[in-house]
């Protein structure tokens, strides 16, 4: 990829959240990947098995609502407006279904700057 998916990429190794975490490793690559889109992110979770979600989801901020519709039109994803972000995540609310529609979002992705 080009310099600046790079510096992206980069930057989502050191980022952390007010707790001190890290981007999740599983979906820093669709992280990445939307930022590189110009579709800012705010926060991000891969998902878990034993506590918080169980499905892995991620916020974008509302201006960047238009440039992410057309994306994810004929993929399993639902959204949810919070106060300034909107929330995206899987229909099927289950750890290993999300994480499959979330890698078909990222693939999805992949080929457009490809």
Same mark, same amino acid.
């Given at each position: 990829?080009?310099?600046?998916?790079? @510096? $992206? +990429? *980069?930057?989502?190794?050191?980022?952390?959240? #007010? %707790?001190?975490? @890290? $981007? +999740? *490793?599983?979906?820093?690559?669709?992280?990445? #990947? %939307?930022?590189?889109?110009?579709?800012?992110?705010?926060?991000?979770?891969?998902?878990?098995?034993?506590?918080?979600?169980?499905?892995?989801?991620?916020?974008?901020?509302?201006?960047?609502?238009?440039?992410?519709?057309?994306?994810?039109?004929?993929?399993?994803?639902?959204?949810?407006?919070?106060?300034?972000?909107?929330?995206?995540?899987?229909?099927?609310?289950?750890?290993?279904?999300?994480?499959?529609?979330?890698?078909?979002?990222?693939?999805?992705?992949?080929?457009?700057?490809?």
């Amino acid at each position: 990829m080009n310099d600046k998916y790079k @510096k $992206i +990429d *980069e930057k989502s190794k050191i980022i952390t959240d #007010l %707790l001190g975490c @890290k $981007i +999740d *490793e599983g979906i820093r690559e669709l992280i990445v #990947l %939307l930022n590189y889109n110009n579709i800012g992110t705010t926060q991000s979770c891969w998902g878990h098995k034993n506590w918080g979600e169980k499905f892995p989801w991620f916020d974008i901020k509302n201006e960047y609502h238009n440039n992410i519709e057309n994306i994810i039109f004929d993929l399993e994803i639902e959204t949810e407006k919070l106060e300034d972000t909107i929330r995206f995540y899987p229909k099927c609310k289950t750890l290993i279904k999300g994480r499959k529609e979330f890698n078909k979002l990222k693939d999805k992705l992949k080929q457009i700057n490809n």
